[in-house]
T-cell receptor, first 111, second 115 residues
Framework: GDSVTQMEGPVTLSEEAFLTINCTYTATGYPSLFWYVQYPGEGLQLLLKATKADDKGSNKGFEATYRKETTSFHLEKGSVQVSDSAVYFCALLSGGNKLVFGAGTILRVKS | GAGVSQTPSNKVTEKGKYVELRCDPISGHTALYWYRQSLGQGPEFLIYFQGTGAADDSGLPNDRFFAVRPEGSVSTLKIQRTERGDSAVYLC?????????????FGEGSRLTVL
């Protein structure tokens, strides 16, 4: 079945550091890919998405590029802030109507 | 309210008891999902409603789990004869576009603890 693997955390960075969270997937065909984020005390929310190969999703300074050659969708941000501390989930759309999530990566940003 | 509302936020019950978890989606959202998130894991799909009908219930783990959405708005997830392994956060999500965009709005979840 379809699955998503993302790097284990926690990832701890200083403010203004560069962030990469790796995500790879296994799926039939070319599913839409997503990053969701869960801030402390809040529900999951969509951060960005890409629907086809070579698409780049971006939002709030975060970006991720859909790479079909490496079946990857790594999340990057050039300069993280303390307010970016959260749990980040990579996901794919499976069977046309349900999201399959990775295990999540905790990000901690220190001031 | 503006977002997806789930009640109760916390539920502690004893093994063998019956539990109901409620989800109030964003007004006008026709698609509604239930997911389950165990500690240290990502959310796992349980069931998807389009309107009043369950369009996909392939994620329900067994027949102890059942969900309804009788009027196409509020949904209730029902768990019979609870087991300790049912302990998790149950997430509800809704979408205005239906199931094929992946763009969901999640509630904060109902944390179920089975003693």
């Amino acid at each position: 079945g379809d699955s998503v693997t993302q790097m284990e955390g926690p990832v701890t960075l200083s403010e203004e550091a560069f962030l990469t969270i790796n995500c790879t997937y296994t799926a039939t065909g070319y599913p839409s890919l997503f990053w969701y984020v869960q801030y402390p005390g809040e529900g999951l929310q969509l951060l960005l998405k890409a629907t086809k190969a070579d698409d780049k999703g971006s939002n709030k300074g975060f970006e991720a590029t859909y790479r079909k050659e490496t079946t990857s969708f790594h999340l990057e941000k050039g300069s993280v802030q303390v307010s970016d501390s959260a749990v980040y989930f990579c996901a794919l759309l499976s069977g046309g109507n349900k999201l399959v999530f990775g295990a999540g990566t905790i990000l901690r940003v220190k001031s | 309210g503006a977002g997806v509302s789930q009640t109760p936020s916390n539920k502690v019950t004893e093994k063998g008891k019956y539990v109901e978890l409620r989800c109030d989606p964003i007004s006008g959202h026709t698609a509604l999902y239930w997911y389950r998130q165990s500690l240290g894991q990502g959310p796992e799909f349980l069931i998807y409603f389009q309107g009043t009908g369950a369009a996909d219930d392939s994620g329900l783990p067994n027949d102890r789990f059942f969900a309804v959405r009788p009027e196409g708005s509020v949904s209730t997830l029902k768990i019979q004869r609870t087991e300790r392994g049912d302990s998790a956060v149950y997430l509800c999500a809704s979408s205005i576009w239906g199931g094929n965009t992946g763009e969901l709005f999640f509630g904060e979840g109902s944390r179920l603890t089975v003693l």
